[in-house]
């Protein structure tokens, strides 16, 4: 249904669950994300820079908190994120230098950036456990 005395043919309500987004939405959109993430972590990660420079004994029990079993998931993730937003920011800046300004080269980014970020998170795996 379009309004009265519009020529617009486009539907006025989009069931957005079903449109399919190019890869290079979902690069954006995880680059937010990702983005938003870092900085709510920013507070602990604060917290943790403090409680590493207050004392000897609160370093000792940040270490041994950060290397537990159960946290390891929560480092990794962290570690995670932090890749994937760097490197999409890489690709950003690259963009803004002119390169892979167009659609097949903002796909070939996006997915270099996805590809790239699967292995770093790989490697965060094995340098964590």
Known sequence: ???????DARPINL????????????ASISHRVTGVAMFAV???????????????????QLVSVLTS?????VVWLVLVVFSY????????????????????GGVLGARIVFVISL???VL??????
Do not use: C, Y
């Open 1 to 7: 249904m379009k309004p009265r005395g519009s020529k």
């Open 15 to 26: 069931d957005i669950s079903s449109i399919r987004l190019p890869i290079t939405a979902w």
């Open 42 to 60: 920013s507070v602990l990660l604060i917290w943790a820079l403090d409680a590493s420079l207050a004392s000897e004994q609160s370093f000792n």
């Open 69 to 73: 079993t159960a946290i390891k998931p």
């Open 85 to 104: 937003h760097s490197l999409a920011g890489i690709r950003h800046l690259i963009m803004d230098m002119g390169v892979g300004e167009d659609f097949k």
């Open 119 to 121: 292995l770093a998170a």
């Open 124 to 129: 965060w795996g094995v340098a964590l456990w």
